[in-house]
């Protein structure tokens, strides 16, 4: 008997998806090489997540939990009314247990709310109780464990069970990116934190974006020559002292002046009451040090076993050099999570959920753990993977995201999720998948959860913005390191990276984007600062061993709007709570309704890009040639909009155009688009709003 696929969003799209559930294997993507079947004698875990109860009323009843017409409106279960209605049974549970130790795995532990089971056992048990093939796999470049197929479930607990993990050892990744050379790839030398340093928090120079300037680069003093004349980006690299380095990056109190938060924190509104929950694998091992100093620097509000806890639902959670988590950049995750929230919402407590590793399997218990222990009424998630990976390799874990999700949206929870980095995924399917398709990424994707997508930001001389653009930035070589004569021609290396968007091919479209196009779930729902290039500096232990040298970098990804906007969304509840309301719930169906200024549209006019980059090369004996701001942009996938800017590499002197608002196919405008969503948050207002339309 197969898995019954109730506990997914009701959407005959993933019915057709999970339905697979038990059928033969479909062909595998190009880009993932069998290896050859699993060592049968190895030893591995599975996870068993059962059906809700009653599963069709919930769905109901949480459609109706937003719907401001119905009398259930902002009506949140308690966890036990949860439990007695919808959550698995303790006989369901027994269900499984005896299942899986008929098949001899052993029990190791079931939910408290009975939503898992979970077991251990020989691969060759594993294949025999769940009728798969397991088996090993190249997927993006790394061995892993793949079956062959959705398993099939025999006798009672066929009809119990939504889906299986375990079967596959594939993960999420972390959403954080550092600011980096674009040449190499690498992240930018952080500047160590000496002792003593000043408590301004002041490091690198906030003025990302200035006037323009007239470059001229020649070969020997002659030509070949190029003048190039257009904005600038970064501050230059002779700057040392502290407050003015480049390229640039903000600290907190830049941060909270632009998103106009200053007028909130003078009526007492910074979160005081609320906890930011924060979900990451592995974690980081100097996350208290790290984060003091941060603080400290700051001028933030120490943290202390008040306003600071962490959690470890898997039981431990180390960050190694050995366990996937260095390598994944999830000690920069955790770090710039923590950091970037209590920038946003200094009064508000922080629990931290780690769990042992990336895996799908923990990562979700460590969702569940937050949801079920109602740690806060927003969680934060900075990682996914792309949904047309899922779809393709394993769409039982569609199942258990999007699940995991409308439970967290029932109790008054809003999941707030990242969008992701490589803008419309087209080429990290390629790459990695060989699939030739964009995709967006889970489980921002779900319509229970909202989703954050990123922008590049640029603030003006007293800390407000003057200039938001989409994330996305091409770039292009006009000059070699120094003397720098020019490179002819200009070398365009296109889209480097951006903000996740765009259509999901699996979930339809939900009830609060009714006024949107198309039939399926849009992204993003909202946008904050997202750009390492216009990133956040953070207090890190790059090694994450404690007592190491503590460095500030500058770190970006929708790894820092997530948490950010999960900062905001605790203050508007912390005024709702004032107002005598409860809870806001998920927090995308109130963004929809939003009037006046309390969302910022991401929107460039013509005058925005007056001064972008253009230029002349003189190459005798051809005529002179004229490069446009277009060329030295391109690929526009259509984009029309853009700044762009003259760059000088602190690491290898190098100049380039740097391009910002080229997301890939993506692609920013008025009103909701794929890159920002609805915009971004505007301080006391947004907060006021949101307020205004919970009533």
């Not at 889906?163 to 999420?172: E, I, N, W």
């Not at 002819?488 to 009714?514: D, N, T």
């Not at 790059?542 to 906007?565: C, I, R």
Request: charged share 10%; net charge negative; with cysteine.
């Amino acid at each position: 008997m197969k898995p019954s696929t109730t506990f997914s969003w009701v959407s005959r799209v993933l019915s057709i998806l999970v339905l697979t559930v038990g059928t033969a294997s479909a062909a595998m993507p190009a880009g993932v090489k069998s290896m050859g079947p699993e060592d049968l004698g190895v030893q591995i875990s599975v996870t068993v997540w059962l059906n809700l109860q009653n599963k069709q009323q919930l769905d109901a009843l949480v459609q109706d939990m937003y719907d401001k017409s119905s009398p259930s409106y902002h009506q949140f279960l308690t966890l036990a009314q949860y439990q007695a209605q919808f959550a698995p049974t303790a006989a369901d549970a027994k269900t499984v247990e005896d299942f899986l130790a008929a098949h001899n795995l052993h029990v190791t532990a079931t939910d408290k709310l009975n939503h898992y089971v979970t077991a251990q056992g020989r691969v060759a048990d594993v294949q025999a109780a769940f009728q798969v093939q397991i088996n090993r796999a190249m997927v993006a470049g790394a061995l892993h464990r793949l079956p062959s197929s959705e398993p099939t479930i025999a006798g009672a607990a066929g009809a119990i069970v939504a889906a299986v993990q375990g079967l596959s050892d594939l993960g999420y990744s972390a959403h954080v990116r550092p600011a980096r050379d674009l040449e190499s790839g690498k992240a930018f030398d952080g500047l160590p934190v000496a002792a003593g340093a000043g408590p301004n928090g002041l490091f690198f120079s906030a003025n990302c974006l200035l006037p323009p300037e007239l470059e001229t680069f020649t070969t020997n003093g002659g030509t070949p020559s190029a003048t190039y004349f257009g904005n600038v980006y970064g501050a230059p690299i002779t700057n040392t002292q502290l407050g003015t380095l480049a390229p640039c990056g903000y600290d907190a109190a830049e941060l909270q002046t632009a998103y106009g938060l200053n007028p909130a924190y003078a009526q007492g509104l910074d979160g005081a009451g609320q906890t930011v929950v924060i979900v990451d694998g592995f974690g980081s091992n100097t996350i208290v040090a790290d984060a003091a100093v941060f603080n400290s620097l700051n001028g933030l509000p120490a943290f202390t076993s008040a306003n600071f806890a962490i959690y470890l639902p898997n039981g431990s959670a180390t960050c190694t050099s050995t366990n996937g988590c260095i390598a994944g950049n999830w000690q920069f995750e955790t770090t710039l999570d923590v950091e970037s929230a209590h920038s946003i919402a200094p009064g508000a407590g922080i629990a931290l959920v780690l769990s042992a590793d990336n895996t799908f399997t923990n990562l979700d218990i460590a969702d569940l753990y937050a949801i079920e222990n109602l740690l806060g009424n927003v969680i934060s998630n900075s990682f996914g993977i792309q949904e047309i990976a899922l779809v393709e390799l394993l769409p039982s874990e569609l199942t258990v995201e999007n699940g995991l999700a409308e439970i967290a949206a029932a109790l008054g929870i809003s999941l707030d999720v990242s969008t992701g980095d490589n803008g419309d995924n087209l080429a990290f399917d390629n790459t990695n998948y060989g699939i030739d398709s964009v995709s967006v990424d889970t489980n921002a994707d779900s319509p229970y959860a909202t989703a954050v997508g990123g922008t590049s930001t640029f603030l003006d001389s007293k800390d407000h913005i003057k200039l938001q653009t989409g994330w996305g930035l091409n770039f292009t070589r006009i000059a070699d390191p120094t003397p720098n004569p020019p490179v002819i021609p200009p070398l365009g290396f296109g889209f480097q990276e951006g903000a996740g968007g765009g259509v999901s091919s699996v979930y339809a479209k939900p009830r609060f984007q009714k006024h949107l196009p198309g039939k399926f779930r849009l992204l993003p729902d909202i946008a904050m600062n997202a750009d390492p290039q216009t990133g956040i500096e953070l207090i890190v232990t790059p090694d994450s061993v404690p007592g190491d040298q503590q460095f500030v970098e500058v770190f970006g990804g929708t790894s820092l709007s997530a948490p950010m906007f999960s900062a905001v969304w605790s203050i508007a509840n912390q005024a709702n709570a004032l107002a005598g309301g409860g809870s806001l719930g998920q927090a995308a169906p109130l963004l929809y309704e939003l009037q006046g200024n309390a969302i910022i549209d991401v929107n460039l006019t013509p005058f925005d890009t007056l001064t972008n980059v253009q230029g002349i090369i003189v190459n005798p004996p051809a005529a002179p040639t004229f490069e446009s701001a277009a060329t030295l942009a391109a690929p526009l996938d259509g984009t029309v909009l853009y700044v762009s800017a003259l760059y000088n590499s602190p690491s290898s002197t190098r100049w380039d155009v740097f391009t910002f608002g080229t997301d890939s196919s993506l692609a920013t405008g008025p009103g909701w688009d794929d890159v920002t969503g609805l915009g971004t948050p505007n301080g006391l207002p947004f907060i006021n709003a949101v307020v205004r339309a919970a009533q």
